[in-house]
């Protein structure tokens, strides 16, 4: 131990000691890694169980929405043949994924790798798997900037999927709310409500969601409540978006007028349309008519 404290060549005699003692130490280290290797292996196997588990659970769920699914939509297109509505069509879309992101912690852009080449235009509804994302404000040729929800510049019609009330939501200036503004201080709106696309204004398509609300206050003397709302889509997680192409306005509105068109004529053709009996009535009620005029 004096030798050890005072000279160093004794670090080399502990080096080729350490050597010789390294397999017993092994040796008596192999019941420790045995066990730790054992309980790691079965909180795996555990966590693979109750994982599976979670996805069966899952499955089934989701099988069961998908029977009373088929269900709605036959029940959906019973009603829509009977108010002889047109059938909505699909939206054509492309895939896009995020290039970067705006680096001005007071604007909310980014840019995804879809250019004119690819189809896109300025105004351009962006969505992801969730929900509305924003729109695109600038195209080159293989990029396209896009204005995110989240955005204080950015603002959308929506409407309240409970009851169609229709509101304008604009961006907070942060990822995780937005206000709808000018609502009514006895307008039927709540926390939880869904807010979708209205389709108003031509540029978004209606149905998509946009944000659900988490807070609605009501301040004494003020005609206007306080609504914040989340957005529904995943703005500072999400990596791959779809870029929707919408049929312009005037086709919407030309499609519109033609069912209107011929519903009102369907309409005026069944007004028309009088039974045998109707017609022999008012044959009867003209010759009484007459009748009675002759007499002084």
Known sequence: MFVDEHFTRMEQVRAQMSMVVAPIQWVVSVPSDLLNWGSLALSDQQALVDENRRLREQILTLSHRGQRMANLIAENQQ???LLKAAERREIPSITAELLSLDNDPFSHQMVVNRGHRNGAYVGQPVIDATGLVGQIIAVSAYSSRVLLLADASHALPVQLNRNGLR????GAGRYSSVNVMHVPDTA????????TT???AGRFPPGYPVARVTEVYH??????????????AQLQRSRHFLLL???PQEEVDEQAWDETLDISAEALRSSLQLSDSDISLKRALAVQNASSQEVP
């Open 219 to 232: 301040d004494p003397g003020q005609p206007f409540a306080r609504v914040t709302a989340e957005p529904m």
């Open 198 to 200: 209205s389709g108003l």
């Open 167 to 170: 509101f304008i939501v604009q």
């Open 188 to 195: 039927d709106i709540r926390e939880g409500d869904l807010l």
């Open 79 to 81: 009603l829509r043949d």
């Open 245 to 247: 192409f919408p049929p």
